[in-house]
């Protein structure tokens, strides 16, 4: 019996560059920094006091106005975008579709951490008698799946996954492996993270991953230079809306590329430093690629995750060199250059920024590469370039050793 074939039908972002998937990508192609200096709270003592944040956000009326005052900002993301992906596929919350058949994974890699801040400060400041009864179910990863569902009455598989920086991507595998078994036949997935507030900032610093670079701060992500010096954080929401092609091809939706195949893995190494030998992420584009039915040689495009990070840009690279044989001809970029680390939303944005590039035949830049380090034996455009994309890798890999590939391509009919 065939293997059901699955293709993306709709869209969505929420970013530091807006709402809206053509903005996002015009800024992405104009190689604009979303990156600036955090003024929403204070941060004079932090060693790192810039983000890709999403400033002013507007629910777009897609939201109510009393539950936009409420809820925490991740569910906010995760319904915009996930409104604006179903959208685009043609779905409104008035629909044909058979619920027990539609369902939603959106997952997240620290959920409401804004809600658990908030708490936590009315907790020390006022007692427990003034805690908010809204506090956990607006904290929770699974909540804006879950909110999502409810407005559009989608009634099939529901839960979130959270997988630090992967998230997006293990969401994505997850829906088409429901979609492939034949327990859904559409699947609202990706990742969402809205963690640019104090306790999600100093954490990151604390760590000793984010850079330090304040007086210049939107050439401070710069993955493969020489000159970097750890991630900045972003944030955002990017939904696919995955459907069986013969769900899709029946009510007539558009059709923006293939969904091929993902692969997953674990580093089973470190807390937060990536494999030296890179085996971890060799491993899993091995799985993306066998699940794809695609041979290594046909891989044209690499999404890089490229967090512009001292360790994990050129581990990556060795791993890339392991399983491609001959990364001369492979195009590479970095969308993070651009708009930060989104951590469990990165997938999701990186996975849209791969889909529109193969549709409109360019990719763009990789910015503030200007000292490149040795061994970038890829073509790696710094500004944007003609192209004609047959199949494109986007990898996420997290904290834990958490890693996740999945490939698309055009749709060919």
């Known amino acids: 019996m065939a293997r059901k074939r699955i293709v993306v039908t709709g869209m969505g972002v929420v970013s530091c560059f807006g709402n809206d998937v053509d903005t996002f990508m015009d800024n992405l192609y104009s190689g604009t920094s979303g990156v600036k200096k955090i003024s929403h709270f204070s941060c004079e003592d932090f060693s790192t006091q810039f983000a890709a944040y999403i400033d002013n956000f507007d629910s777009e009326d897609y939201i109510d106005k009393k539950q936009a005052r409420r809820i925490d900002k991740f569910i906010a993301y995760t319904l915009v975008a996930g409104a604006k992906a179903l959208e685009a596929s043609g779905i409104q919350k008035e629909h044909n579709l058979d619920p027990s058949r539609s369902g939603v994974l959106i997952g997240s890699g620290m959920g409401g951490l804004d809600m658990f801040y908030r708490a936590a400060e009315t907790l020390k400041d006022k007692g427990a008698k003034k805690m908010s009864p ?53 699947i609202v997935c990706g990742g969402v993270e809205a963690t640019i507030n104090a306790i999600g900032v100093s954490g990151f610093c604390a760590c000793r991953a984010l850079s330090k670079r304040n007086d210049a701060p939107e050439q401070a992500s710069r993955p493969w230079d020489k000159g970097r010096d750890g991630f900045v954080m972003g944030e955002g929401a990017g939904v696919l809306v995955l459907e069986s092609l013969e769900h899709a091809l029946a009510r007539g939706a558009p059709i923006y590329a293939e969904y091929m195949g993902g692969g997953m893995s674990c580093d089973a190494y470190h807390m937060t430093e990536p494999r030296t030998d890179g085996k971890g992420v060799v491993l899993c584009i091995e799985k993306a690629l066998k699940d794809a039915g695609v041979d290594a040689q046909d891989v044209d495009y690499i999404n890089a995750h490229a967090t512009s990070t001292l360790a994990g840009d050129m581990a990556e690279i060795s791993a890339y060199c392991s399983v491609f044989p001959d990364t001369s001809k492979i195009i590479l970029n970095a969308t993070k250059s651009m708009i930060g680390h989104a951590l469990g939303a990165a997938g999701g944005l990186e996975a849209v920024a791969t889909i529109m590039q193969m549709n409109q035949k360019k990719v763009h830049p990789t910015i503030n590469l200007d000292d490149p380090e040795e061994g970038l034996d890829f073509i790696i455009p710094t500004e944007a370039t003609d192209c004609d994309i047959q199949y494109g890798l986007s990898n996420s890999f997290g904290f834990g050793g958490h890693n996740a590939s999945v490939l698309f391509a055009p749709y060919r009919g």
């Open 134 to 186: 809204f506090f956990i179910p607006f904290t929770i990863t699974n909540m804006g799946g879950a909110f999502l569902a409810i407005d559009y009455g989608f009634m099939g598989p529901n839960y979130s996954v959270s997988t630090a920086c992967a998230t997006a991507n293990y969401a994505f595998i997850s829906a088409a492996q429901h979609i492939r078994k034949g327990e859904a036949d559409l």
